[in-house]
């Protein structure tokens, strides 16, 4: 696969509030069966960089190729349409509402002539169920509310919505930050089942420990500036963690930590 | 308010535990979560499940204490009121899910009746337009969407909340209305519509003015229409449940069809007794044939399709035989009360009571004050604040004792006494049947056969005992007819297996069944309120008149529930009443679904100004004022969430007609109506807390 | 969006000719409604040198238009100038209104006494500096303490009493007094009124607003349906008047009507003898009899009534006099 074009190609993006830097020289790629994951503490540019690749944002310098072309988004609606999804820690669902509902919340299929039009209910849950069970759930009542679902199936729902609406990139915004250990090992594993399916899949965490399994490709961003971009043989889990915490600063935090313990 | 409460936990469905059960469950192959949910767990997420729930109990508790309000004349009367305040309720209770509130949804009901008869009034004497009535409605439904525009817009533009703006706006309306009329015709009395007469106003008239007066209209046939529509399709629908409870058979064993047949042909033999024959002996004779036969037909029809449970002993708690017990002599009481207070009497409790009520609320004020004083032994270092607050609990019980008494008259004693008794008591039966089905499906056999002979026995003892001829024919029969339900219930669900996954040409057939018995039912209480027969006639019962606005109240009901339930805009107002920002995200137009919304409610709103224009030919300038918050109470009462996102249309309609209900009991049972703001205020309260646990309880038992 | 905007701006032209093309006259009910505040000088007798003022809760609504002109005439009728000022409600208004008419030299002074309190301190020094003071429509409680000459009004009680002498004449024996209001103690006191004269049962209720008539006919309906003793409905105002004449006709049932105040369709109804009466406060005369009453205490030292109250009500409007009542609505003075 390595040696097909990647989806997306990042050299060198950068991004400026004023005269704040945001992001800067931040390169990286993400191919198709692949999961990109990109990590960083609280303020490190993740959320920048989601919204340039969901086209929130623009880029101010570097290259932004999308399967071998350069591009620049004006809008999400622009992303959306060139196969690029963005799935955030809020989810975009209405707890309140039902499954196939939300799945399907603004893409309604519909039957009737209009002024009477009314929703191809049958279709819709169908479509729904059939999608989840592609992703490794069976939901059997389509009509229960998102928000009886676990934090980890409403996930699989979110992404199977964006996998259904022809997503070729998915971008998960902290997918596992509000779960416990075993329910993120639930979504891990939707993670994996994605790229499976030919997705391309950028997974922003915090926890190294979630994604050196599931990944293929590590970007570590810190302060705005990129501290690396390394395939999975380059780097070792504890590497990662060392670099993703600013390295240094987390070896001196640890030894004031010692000798706080120990002088008790 | 514990709606947010509620939505919150909604939202942070709690991570831990149930990420461990997930995974647990799906590294076992499958979600606890997403387990089969029986037909009743299901029905029971409904949103207006409590407010049906809610509209029978209080309309049972009005018919045994009132003389019309089981009669198609009193029917007639709490349809009247719910129609216009339904109309509004179900419009308002979209905006609610909308997330928004009107409140110059009131108001604007008399707007537009004052606006569509200023438009047709003559331009002779007094201002007026002396348009025709096909400029003029037309006209004001423009106006009408126009006022719906303007608040949605704003709301929006503005970004404020609705309650302000539309509080605005209920003043500008308010101050629309006295200044329009006095400028006009310097009158507060906004008349006639009828003035349109020979444009337009035969035509619009009876569209929305008609009434039937149903007293001449007699069938002969309505009893029977109403007793096989009613018993046929209790029936269905009890064949419906079972089909949706229980597990098919592989094969079809055709040994039950002799029973079933042998039973159908019972209970019609039986019916056709009980209604050729005279007296008490015969009716209990007949009685026993129908439900010696209804037993057998439905055990017929179990053995025909489902498969037999795998049996097991008979194993009894050691609890159990005290709520068994505990219910039936609770039952019995009730009985007791009813039959004890049997009288047609309007005095209140404290007179008949006499110098008897001083120790009943020195008792009642000691008891609870005993009890503050020994639940807060150990808790309050402070003697002082202690006294207070064992002294102040016990002057409010007191107090709360005596004001109950001087509000009761004899009748709301009995039933209030008969109701709580009963209620307790089937309710310990109903505890101890769910104690004992954990314990093994016989045992719970038992004990619903128990509560069923508790039942029967409460019905024959009422019968022999009661003064009242609405107690002696009616209650025996519910009662009766419940006690049967509840014993096929017993012994069926102990012979066959339960359904724990999906059967989809069984849910199908089973939901189609159900649908044509709540037809029938329908079917059968419709003809028993239109119709009328001789005997009815020459007992002389009330008049009973039906307005057009019932059937426009029914029309928006359907309407509205089909556009939530199924059309793409439903699913928008669920989703910006529930989580705008990611509705919007992901490309529903929230600003635009939002006007739309408020254009409803304006559009209602017209609607109800001409059924009231047409109805009371002259308008008063107050006409509306202050309903909205009347609109609002039925929306939640009928289980729509004040936060938004979740609610239903039909529930809100149901509110409606509680509310209606309510309004009507009170002169209805001839009580003071000085106490009736106290009563719709308690109807709220338990309306919301039932709903509020009812949602919960539903929502964490998935 | 731009299609609804321009139908707004129609919607806008049209309300506007609409109002153009009408032209006002009069009518008159009870009640009170919004207005603004107002002062004008009516100048009847340009030759009179004696100025009235009455200066009272108005808020230029149908009923005290009418009480309005029945003070316009007596100032022509004998010659003196009349000042009406109108506090719209405002206590604090009307109490500066009184201290400027004091201040002013007022000649008398008429005042209605919704909120007695406010204008205590200025109607105390008007009697203090000799102007004769009467109190009307309202204040028949504090006129005495107040010092002022004599109370123009009705009260609610005697109101009801009249009405239920009314009932007894019709052979009524059980009457449902409904009320629009469930805490207005004015309307429970036309009840009580009724119930002290009437031979038989009264049962006074609140039934509905008069905001929500459908509700108000249908909860007297059910009282009515629940209770077939009844057979006198009165209502203390005149939309549940009304309302409960159409639940009355709705159920087929022959009720003895009466009602309070004056509107077109209340007179309708007694024309066509479908209610027997209504109560008639006559508040022209509210209006008229003080200033008449004014004028010859200053100039001839005449007082009527010896102290107690002078009632303008009830005055009753039956199918007997319903017709001329009519004309007479239209002109303006009743």
């Not at chain 1, 950028?202 to 399994?213: D, E």
């Not at chain 1, 043989?233 to 930590?257: C, V």
């Not at chain 2, 008969?418 to 104690?435: C, I």
């Not at chain 3, 123009?152 to 007894?168: D, K, W, Y």
């Given at each position: 696969?390595?040696?097909?074009?990647?989806?997306?190609?990042?050299?060198?993006?950068?991004?400026?509030?004023?005269?704040i830097?945001?992001?800067q020289?931040?390169?990286?790629?993400?191919?198709?069966?692949?999961?990109?994951?990109?990590?960083?503490?609280?303020?490190?540019?993740?959320?920048?960089?989601?919204?340039?690749?969901?086209?929130?944002?623009?880029?101010?310098?570097?290259?932004?190729?999308?399967?071998?072309?350069?591009?620049?988004?004006?809008s999400?609606?622009?992303?959306?349409?060139r196969?690029?999804?963005?799935?955030?820690?809020?989810?975009?669902?209405?707890?309140?509402?039902?499954?196939?509902?939300?799945?399907?919340?603004?893409?309604?299929?519909?039957?009737?002539?209009?002024?009477v039009?009314?929703?191809?209910?049958?279709?819709?849950?169908?479509?729904?169920?059939?999608?989840?069970?592609?992703?490794?759930?069976?939901?059997?009542?389509?009509?229960?509310?998102?928000?009886?679902?676990?934090?980890?199936?409403?996930?699989?729902?979110?992404?199977?919505?964006?996998?259904?609406?022809?997503?070729?990139?998915?971008?998960?915004?902290?997918?596992?930050?509000?779960?416990?250990?075993?329910?993120?090992?639930?979504?891990?594993?939707?993670?994996?089942?994605?790229?499976?399916?030919?997705?391309?899949v950028?997974?922003?965490?915090?926890?190294?420990?979630?994604?050196?399994?599931v990944?293929?490709?590590?970007?570590?961003?810190?302060?705005?500036q990129?501290?690396?971009?390394?395939?999975?043989?380059?780097?070792?889990?504890?590497?990662?963690?060392?670099?993703?915490?600013?390295?240094?600063?987390?070896?001196?935090?640890?030894?004031?930590?010692?000798a706080?313990?120990?002088?008790? | 308010?514990?709606?947010?409460?509620?939505?919150?936990?909604?939202?942070?469905v709690?991570?831990?535990?149930?990420a461990?059960?997930?995974?647990?469950?799906?590294?076992?192959?499958?979600?606890?979560?997403?387990?089969?949910?029986?037909?009743?767990?299901?029905?029971?997420?409904?949103?207006?499940?409590?407010?049906?729930?809610?509209?029978?109990?209080?309309?049972?508790?009005?018919?045994?204490?009132?003389?019309?309000?089981?009669?198609?004349?009193?029917?007639?009367?709490?349809l009247?009121?719910?129609?216009?305040?339904?109309i509004?309720?179900?419009?308002?209770?979209?905006?609610?899910?909308g997330?928004?509130?009107?409140?110059?949804?009131?108001?604007?009901?008399?707007?537009?009746?004052?606006?569509?008869?200023?438009?047709?009034?003559?331009?002779?004497?007094?201002?007026?337009?002396?348009?025709?009535?096909?400029?003029?409605?037309?006209?004001?439904?423009?106006?009408?969407?126009?006022?719906?525009?303007?608040?949605?817009?704003?709301?929006?533009?503005?970004?404020?909340?609705?309650?302000?703006?539309?509080?605005?706006?209920?003043?500008?309306?308010?101050?629309?209305k006295?200044?329009?009329?006095?400028?006009?015709?310097?009158?507060?009395?906004?008349?006639?519509?009828?003035?349109?007469?020979?444009?337009?106003?035969?035509?619009w008239?009876?569209?929305?003015?008609?009434?039937?007066?149903?007293n001449?209209?007699?069938?002969?046939?309505?009893?029977?229409?109403?007793?096989?529509?009613?018993?046929?399709?209790?029936?269905?629908?009890?064949?419906?449940?079972?089909?949706?409870?229980?597990?098919?058979?592989?094969?079809?064993?055709?040994?039950?069809?002799?029973?079933?047949?042998?039973?159908?042909?019972?209970?019609?033999?039986?019916?056709?007794?009980?209604?050729?024959?005279?007296?008490?002996?015969?009716?209990?004779?007949?009685?026993?044939?129908?439900?010696?036969?209804?037993?057998?037909?439905?055990?017929?029809?179990?053995?025909?399709?489902?498969?037999?449970?795998?049996?097991?002993?008979?194993?009894?708690?050691?609890?159990?035989?005290?709520?068994?017990?505990?219910?039936?002599?609770?039952?019995?009481?009730?009985?007791?009360?009813?039959?004890?207070?049997?009288?047609?009497?309007?005095?209140?409790?404290?007179?008949?009571?006499?110098?008897?009520r001083?120790?009943?609320i020195?008792?009642?004020?000691?008891?609870?004050?005993?009890?503050?004083?020994?639940?807060n032994?150990?808790?309050?270092?402070?003697?002082?604040?202690?006294?207070?607050?064992?002294?102040?609990?016990?002057?409010?019980?007191?107090?709360?004792?005596?004001?109950?008494?001087?509000?009761?008259?004899?009748?709301?004693?009995?039933?209030?006494l008969?109701?709580?008794?009963?209620?307790?008591?089937?309710?310990?039966?109903?505890?101890?049947?769910?104690?004992a089905?954990?314990?093994?499906?016989?045992?719970?056999?038992?004990?619903?056969?128990?509560?069923?002979?508790?039942?029967?026995?409460?019905?024959?003892?009422?019968?022999?005992?009661?003064a009242?001829?609405?107690?002696?024919?009616e209650?025996?029969?519910?009662?009766?007819?419940t006690?049967?339900?509840?014993?096929?219930?017993?012994?069926?669900?102990?012979?066959?297996?339960?359904?724990?996954?999906?059967?989809?040409?069984?849910?199908?057939?089973?939901?189609?069944?159900?649908?044509?018995?709540?037809?029938?039912?329908?079917?059968?209480?419709?003809?028993?309120?239109?119709?009328?027969?001789?005997?009815?006639?020459?007992?002389?019962?009330?008049?009973?008149?039906?307005?057009?606005s019932?059937?426009?109240?029914?029309?928006?009901?359907?309407?509205?529930?089909?556009?939530?339930?199924?059309?793409?805009?439903?699913?928008?107002?669920?989703?910006?009443?529930?989580?705008?920002?990611?509705?919007?995200?992901?490309?529903?137009?929230?600003?635009?679904?939002?006007?739309?919304?408020?254009?409803?409610?304006?559009?209602?709103?017209?609607?109800?100004?001409?059924l009231?224009?047409?109805?009371?030919?002259?308008v008063?300038?107050?006409?509306?004022?202050?309903?909205?918050?009347?609109?609002?109470?039925?929306?939640?009462?009928?289980?729509?969430?004040l936060?938004?996102?979740y609610?239903?249309?039909?529930?809100?309609?149901?509110?409606?007609?509680?509310?209606a209900?309510?309004?009507?009991?009170?002169?209805?049972?001839?009580?003071?109506?000085?106490?009736?703001?106290?009563?719709?205020?308690?109807?709220?309260?338990?309306?919301?807390?039932?709903?509020?646990?009812?949602?919960?309880?539903?929502?964490?038992?998935r | 969006?731009?299609?609804?905007?321009?139908?707004?701006?129609?919607?806008?032209?049209?309300?506007?000719?609409?109002?153009?093309?009408?032209?006002?006259?009069e009518?008159?009910?009870?009640?009170?409604?919004?207005?603004?505040?107002?002062?004008?000088?009516?100048?009847v007798?340009?030759?009179?040198?004696?100025t009235?003022?009455?200066?009272?809760?108005?808020?230029?609504?149908?009923?005290?238009?009418?009480?309005?002109?029945?003070?316009?005439?007596?100032?022509?009728?004998?010659?003196?100038?009349?000042?009406?000022?109108?506090?719209?409600?405002?206590?604090?208004?009307?109490?500066?209104?009184?201290?400027?008419?004091?201040?002013?030299?007022?000649?008398?002074?008429?005042?209605?006494?919704?909120?007695?309190?406010?204008?205590?301190?200025?109607l105390?020094?008007?009697?203090?500096?000799?102007?004769?003071?009467?109190?009307?429509?309202?204040?028949?409680?504090?006129?005495?303490?107040?010092?002022a000459?004599?109370?123009?009004?009705?009260?609610?009680?005697?109101?009801?009493?009249?009405?239920?002498?009314?009932?007894?004449?019709?052979?009524?024996?059980?009457?449902?007094?409904?009320?629009?209001?469930?805490?207005?103690?004015?309307?429970?006191?036309?009840?009580?009124?009724?119930?002290?004269?009437?031979?038989?049962?009264?049962?006074?209720?609140?039934?509905?607003?008069?905001?929500?008539?459908?509700?108000q006919?249908?909860?007297?309906?059910?009282?009515?349906?629940?209770?077939?003793?009844?057979?006198?409905?009165?209502?203390?105002?005149?939309?549940?008047?009304?309302?409960g004449?159409?639940?009355?006709?709705?159920?087929?049932?022959?009720?003895?009507?009466?009602?309070?105040?004056?509107?077109?369709?209340?007179?309708?109804?007694?024309?066509?003898?479908?209610v027997?009466?209504?109560?008639?406060?006559?508040?022209?005369?509210?209006?008229?009899?003080?200033?008449?009453?004014?004028?010859?205490?200053?100039?001839?030292?005449?007082?009527?009534?010896?102290?107690?109250?002078?009632?303008?009500?009830?005055?009753?409007?039956?199918?007997?006099?319903?017709?001329?009542?009519?004309?007479?609505?239209?002109?303006?003075?009743?």
């Open positions: 696969m390595s040696d097909s074009t990647p989806l997306l190609e990042l050299e060198n993006i950068g991004k400026f509030y004023g005269n830097i945001a992001l020289g931040v390169t990286t790629e993400v191919r198709a069966g692949e999961v990109t994951c990109v990590l960083g503490d609280n303020g490190a540019g993740k959320s920048t960089f989601i919204k340039i690749l969901a086209g929130v944002h623009t880029h101010d310098e570097g290259v932004f190729k999308l399967e071998g072309e350069e591009v620049g988004f004006n999400p609606r622009e992303a959306l349409d196969g690029i999804a963005a799935v955030y820690q809020d989810l975009a669902m209405v707890p309140l509402m039902s499954v196939w509902r939300n799945f399907f919340l603004g893409a309604e299929p519909t039957k009737g002539v209009f002024p039009r009314w929703v191809d209910k049958p279709l819709a849950k169908g479509i729904a169920k059939e999608e989840m069970a592609k992703m490794g759930i069976d939901i059997r009542d389509t009509e229960q509310p998102v928000g009886t679902l676990s934090g980890g199936e409403r996930q699989s729902v979110a992404i199977a919505r964006a996998v259904y609406y022809g997503a070729k990139v998915l971008i998960l915004d902290e997918p596992t930050s509000a779960l416990g250990v075993k329910q993120s090992g639930v979504v891990l594993r939707y993670i994996v089942e994605a790229a499976k399916r030919g997705l391309g950028i997974f922003i965490t915090h926890n190294p420990a979630h994604a050196f399994p990944g293929d490709r590590f970007l570590i961003l810190n302060r705005g990129s501290m690396g971009n390394f395939a999975k043989d380059e780097i070792s889990q504890h590497e990662l963690t060392r670099l993703m915490a600013g390295g240094a600063e987390l070896e001196q935090l640890q030894h004031e930590l010692e706080a313990i120990a002088s008790k | 308010m514990s709606e947010s409460a509620d939505t919150a936990d909604a939202e942070a709690e991570p831990q535990s149930s461990e059960k997930a995974l647990a469950a799906s590294a076992a192959g499958g979600d606890e979560r997403l387990a089969y949910r029986g037909v009743f767990q299901r029905l029971f997420v409904r949103p207006e499940i409590g407010a049906i729930v809610g509209a029978a109990a209080i309309w049972a508790f009005f018919w045994a204490v009132s003389r019309e309000f089981g009669t198609a004349g009193g029917a007639a009367s709490i009247d009121v719910s129609a216009t305040l339904g509004m309720a179900v419009a308002v209770s979209l905006l609610m899910i997330g928004e509130f009107d409140l110059s949804s009131g108001a604007a009901t008399g707007t537009f009746a004052i606006i569509t008869i200023l438009l047709v009034k003559d331009v002779g004497d007094l201002g007026g337009a002396g348009l025709s009535l096909w400029v003029a409605i037309p006209l004001s439904l423009i106006i009408a969407l126009g006022l719906g525009w303007a608040n949605g817009t704003m709301v929006e533009r503005t970004a404020l909340p609705s309650f302000i703006v539309t509080l605005a706006t209920f003043f500008i309306l308010r101050g629309f006295l200044g329009f009329s006095k400028l006009m015709i310097d009158n507060l009395t906004v008349g006639r519509i009828s003035e349109a007469e020979g444009r337009g106003y035969e035509f008239e009876p569209i929305f003015a008609f009434v039937w007066v149903r001449d209209h007699q069938l002969g046939i309505r009893d029977a229409l109403y007793t096989i529509g009613v018993v046929g399709g209790l029936a269905l629908v009890a064949f419906a449940l079972a089909e949706l409870s229980f597990v098919r058979r592989e094969k079809l064993n055709s040994g039950g069809v002799p029973v079933l047949a042998a039973g159908v042909v019972g209970v019609v033999a039986g019916i056709l007794f009980l209604h050729n024959s005279d007296g008490v002996g015969a009716n209990t004779v007949g009685a026993v044939i129908i439900a010696v036969a209804g037993l057998a037909a439905f055990v017929g029809f179990g053995l025909w399709r489902f498969t037999p449970q795998a049996a097991g002993g008979v194993h009894i708690k050691d609890s159990l035989p005290m709520y068994l017990g505990g219910g039936v002599v609770l039952v019995l009481l009730g009985a007791i009360c009813a039959v004890a207070f049997d009288v047609d009497s309007q005095e209140s409790v404290l007179d008949l009571l006499g110098f008897l001083w120790p009943i020195l008792a009642v004020g000691g008891g609870f004050a005993a009890r503050a004083y020994l639940r032994d150990s808790g309050h270092t402070n003697t002082l604040q202690a006294v207070i607050n064992v002294a102040s609990i016990g002057i409010a019980t007191g107090f709360g004792a005596y004001a109950f008494m001087f509000m009761t008259t004899e009748q709301g004693l009995r039933s209030i008969f109701a709580v008794f009963v209620l307790a008591g089937l309710g310990l039966l109903g505890l101890a049947a769910t104690q089905g954990r314990a093994s499906p016989a045992t719970r056999g038992v004990v619903l056969a128990v509560t069923a002979i508790a039942l029967a026995g409460l019905a024959f003892f009422i019968r022999d005992q009661s009242s001829e609405k107690f002696r024919s209650l025996f029969g519910v009662l009766l007819a006690a049967l339900v509840v014993l096929v219930w017993g012994v069926i669900s102990t012979m066959f297996e339960r359904r724990t996954s999906d059967h989809e040409a069984a849910d199908n057939l089973g939901s189609l069944v159900a649908k044509i018995g709540m037809g029938a039912i329908a079917v059968g209480m419709i003809a028993k309120m239109l119709f009328t027969t001789d005997d009815e006639l020459a007992a002389g019962v009330a008049r009973a008149q039906f307005r057009i019932i059937l426009w109240f029914l029309g928006f009901t359907l309407f509205a529930t089909w556009l939530l339930g199924r059309t793409k805009f439903g699913s928008w107002i669920f989703a910006v009443g529930g989580n705008k920002q990611a509705a919007r995200q992901i490309g529903v137009p929230a600003a635009r679904t939002k006007t739309q919304l408020f254009m409803i409610v304006a559009v209602a709103a017209w609607l109800v100004g001409l009231l224009a047409f109805r009371l030919d002259t008063q300038s107050v006409a509306g004022n202050g309903l909205e918050f009347e609109y609002i109470i039925a929306a939640v009462v009928g289980g729509t969430l936060t938004g996102g609610g239903s249309a039909f529930g809100a309609s149901i509110g409606a007609i509680i509310m209900m309510s309004k009507q009991g009170i002169p209805s049972a001839r009580w003071n109506s000085d106490w009736r703001f106290a009563f719709l205020g308690l109807i709220l309260l338990t309306a919301v807390i039932a709903n509020n646990f009812i949602r919960t309880k539903a929502e964490a038992s | 969006m731009k299609k609804m905007r321009w139908l707004a701006v129609l919607l806008a032209l049209v309300m506007v000719a609409a109002a153009c093309g009408s032209d006002a006259a009518e008159t009910t009870g009640g009170d409604t919004g207005g603004d505040d107002d002062t004008e000088e009516v100048d007798a340009q030759s009179g040198d004696l009235f003022y009455m200066i009272t809760h108005s808020d230029d609504g149908p009923f005290w238009s009418v009480l309005k002109r029945g003070a316009e005439a007596a100032a022509a009728d004998v010659g003196v100038e009349m000042v009406w000022q109108g506090s719209n409600n405002d206590a604090n208004v009307q109490a500066e209104f009184i201290d400027a008419a004091v201040a002013a030299g007022a000649d008398g002074i008429g005042a209605s006494l919704p909120n007695v309190d406010a204008v205590r301190p200025g105390e020094a008007a009697v203090a500096a000799g102007i004769p003071v009467y109190t009307i429509n309202s204040g028949v409680n504090d006129y005495v303490d107040l010092g000459t004599t109370h123009v009004g009705q009260t609610e009680i005697i109101a009801g009493e009249g009405s239920g002498l009314r009932f007894n004449d019709a052979g009524a024996t059980k009457i449902l007094c409904g009320r629009q209001e469930p805490d207005n103690g004015a309307l429970i006191e036309r009840c009580q009124g009724l119930a002290n004269t009437f031979n038989g049962e009264v049962i006074s209720e609140f039934m509905d607003l008069d905001a929500d008539q459908t509700a006919e249908a909860a007297i309906n059910a009282a009515l349906a629940a209770d077939p003793d009844i057979d006198g409905f009165m209502g203390v105002g005149p939309v549940i008047t009304m309302s004449l159409r639940a009355a006709d709705a159920l087929g049932r022959d009720l003895t009507i009466g009602g309070f105040d004056i509107t077109p369709e209340l007179l309708d109804a007694i024309e066509a003898g479908d027997m009466f209504t109560v008639d406060q006559q508040q022209y005369l509210q209006g008229y009899i003080p200033i008449i009453l004014m004028y010859l205490e200053v100039t001839n030292s005449n007082t009527l009534g010896g102290g107690l109250p002078i009632l303008t009500g009830p005055g009753f409007v039956t199918g007997d006099n319903a017709s001329s009542v009519k004309a007479l609505v239209e002109a303006g003075t009743r």
